[in-house]
């Protein structure tokens, strides 16, 4: 009896995880399809090179291991660069939103600052890195305030777009109801215009993790985009292709975090576009 | 007819309305939406206005609710006059999809408002849950409203209403986008949480039925600029559903009453119109049975007057 109340959830579940593997297989196959075909590709053609500049994928991989894992560059290079790239990134979440909101509410606020904003926007932010260097030196705060100047106008343009969008029964309904003052700017404003907020962070990213290299390429004594120049500069050009091949990674890892965060917070939304859409075609 | 709308109870009027007026001024015209609106309605009334299209009746809410500030004249609740929006009031708009939070749950939806009023917690989710009891939705309280259909999202609105515990409850058009079966259980709602209730409710709507069949009183408002046509007080029986109260003598009689008043409102605004006059032909030779036309008010009057 005990025997056989135990065989069958132990007999369903098998059956139940062979059902979720195979799905998570697909998926990653059609996630990692692409990737992999690139790779290929490159292994093969790179494969009988002679050119100094590029050399054969299969070193590259090779050198890999030897330049960031088995080394002290994870703690000494890349922490250095995440931190910097999360403090500017972070910096620019709370500026851009702080300001967005506040831009977006008030229609004069918005007319005052728009023609600005258009040209700020506009100034391609490498440019201000020896500008800024000026002023903040070579340090930490420099390189955090490149990225800080580069991903802060997608956000704050993108919120600005989200809080002029409010809808107005919305808007309504809050007054009726009393909700006013810090309640009304999460649940109305802010709720409101994430998922523009959320369009920002994501164009935000792209520019902050190119900032991020940039300015440690210009001075530096540590970081990705420092240990990739100094690389080319001493003529290692595998370990130079290394750097860039794991700056591609980490950008993309990045971009999964974003997803799942947005996948979290605006799991509304994509429910509520899904249901208009299936309600257009009835 | 209760013009005064100083309920039979002999409690003082609710809500006030004193020559309202509203007019929109654009770059270079304004427009006059309401002229001169007066009436008021006691503590626990049902309470139908009724107007044809682009009467005001939405200017006339919006005012009331606190929303928009009159041009002229006020309006005065509970003795106090209606600066912004009371805290003792809440509003059903018509657009059920856009009043409710689409990141928020049923539950969060009704709940919001209650926690801005600083209930405690656990006063609060007896609120929710007894109110979405009262609509028919105790069991979606996790759904969000875009996984509703129109008629339980405006039941979810009609619920976050109900908690609030208002002293007035102002509805614009509320079942206007709605089925008609939907609409019928919804108007059945209203009068069944009026009843329980003993909230006051003003119920706006373009629908002569729907007025007639809900209300206590029916005002009839003129097209732009508005003012109140006529007061009809509706004396059917306190228990009314869809099949036998519409389709009752009386019903019909109430229905052509106002229905009558809203054909010539179509016609006939606060404007002064002196163009019956110059007709130069006598009202009374008109068949008296004729719906439309340029009669004035106080010339259809007798004939609804005798026909009951």
Redesign the interface.
């Known amino acids: 009896m005990s025997a056989h109340s135990t065989v069958r959830p132990g007999r369903r579940s098998p059956g139940a995880a062979v059902g979720t593997v195979a799905r998570v297989l697909r998926w990653i196959a059609a996630v990692l399809g692409l990737p992999v075909a690139l790779l290929a590709l490159w292994w093969v053609l790179s494969a009988d090179s002679e050119t100094f500049y590029l050399p054969p994928l299969a070193e590259i991989l090779a050198a890999f291991d030897d330049v960031w894992l088995r080394s002290d560059r994870l703690r000494a290079d890349v922490l250095p660069s995440l931190l910097r790239l999360s403090a500017g990134f972070g910096l620019a979440v709370v500026l851009g939103v702080g300001l967005g909101v506040l831009i977006g509410s008030f229609r004069r606020v918005r007319a005052f600052c728009e023609p600005v904003l258009e040209f700020l926007r506009a100034v391609p932010p490498p440019v201000l890195v020896p500008v800024l260097m000026l002023f903040a030196g070579f340090g930490n705060t420099m390189k955090v305030l490149v990225v800080l100047s580069g991903c802060v106008w997608p956000i704050l343009l993108n919120t600005v777009e989200g809080v002029r969008a409010v809808?107005?029964?919305?808007t309504?309904?809050c007054?009726?109801?009393?909700?006013?003052g810090p309640?009304r700017l999460w649940?109305?404003v802010v709720?409101?215009a994430?998922p523009q907020i959320v369009t920002g962070l994501r164009q935000a990213l792209s520019v902050g993790i190119i900032l991020m290299v940039i300015s440690e390429m210009f001075a530096a004594n540590n970081g990705l985009g420092f240990s990739i120049i100094q690389f080319q500069r001493t003529f290692a050009v595998t370990n130079m292709w290394t750097g860039i091949l794991l700056l591609g990674l980490l950008g993309f890892l990045l971009a999964v975090l974003l997803r799942l965060f947005e996948r979290r917070a605006l799991h509304?939304?994509s429910?509520?576009r899904q249901?208009?859409r299936n309600d257009g075609h009835r | 007819m209760n013009a005064t709308g100083i309920s039979p109870d002999g409690a003082g009027p609710l809500l006030d309305v004193r020559a309202l007026r509203k007019v929109y001024t654009g770059r270079n015209r304004s427009v006059e939406a309401v002229r001169d609106l007066t009436f008021s309605v006691g503590a626990g009334d049902l309470v139908c206005v009724v107007g044809p299209s682009g009467a005001g009746k939405t200017t006339l809410l919006r005012c009331i609710a606190g929303l928009l500030a009159p041009t002229s004249g006020e309006v005065v609740l509970e003795g106090a006059a209606v600066q912004g929006p009371p805290p003792g009031m809440a509003v059903v708009f018509q657009e059920y999809g856009r009043s409710l939070f689409p990141w928020m749950t049923v539950q969060q939806n009704v709940e919001l408002p209650l926690k801005q009023k600083k209930l405690p917690r656990a006063r609060r989710l007896e609120l929710v849950r007894n109110s979405l009891d009262a609509v028919g939705l105790g069991d979606v309280p996790a759904a969000y409203p875009w996984q509703l259909s129109g008629g339980m999202q405006q039941r979810v609105a009609l619920a976050r209403a109900v908690a609030y515990e208002p002293h007035i409850l102002l509805m614009d058009e509320p079942f206007a986008a709605v089925d008609a079966q939907t609409r019928a259980d919804l108007e059945d709602l209203v009068r069944s949480l009026w009843q329980r209730l003993g909230v006051t409710i003003l119920f706006v709507t373009h629908d002569i039925d729907e007025a007639v069949y809900l209300g206590q009183r029916v005002l009839v408002l003129s097209s732009s600029p508005t003012v109140v046509l006529d007061d009809v007080a509706i004396d059917l029986p306190a228990e009314r559903d869809q099949l036998g109260t519409r389709s009752s003598a009386r019903f019909a009689e109430l229905r052509a009453q106002v229905f009558g008043q809203v054909q010539r409102a179509k016609h006939q605004s606060g404007a002064p119109d002196h163009q019956s006059g110059a007709q130069g032909q006598p009202a009374g030779s008109r068949p008296a049975d004729t719906g439309t036309g340029p009669e004035t008010t106080e010339d259809r009057q007798p004939t609804d007057a005798g026909s009951r």
């Open positions: 809808d107005e029964v919305l309504d309904t007054r009726c109801y009393g909700i006013r309640a649940h109305l709720r409101s994430s509304w939304y429910g509520l249901f208009q």
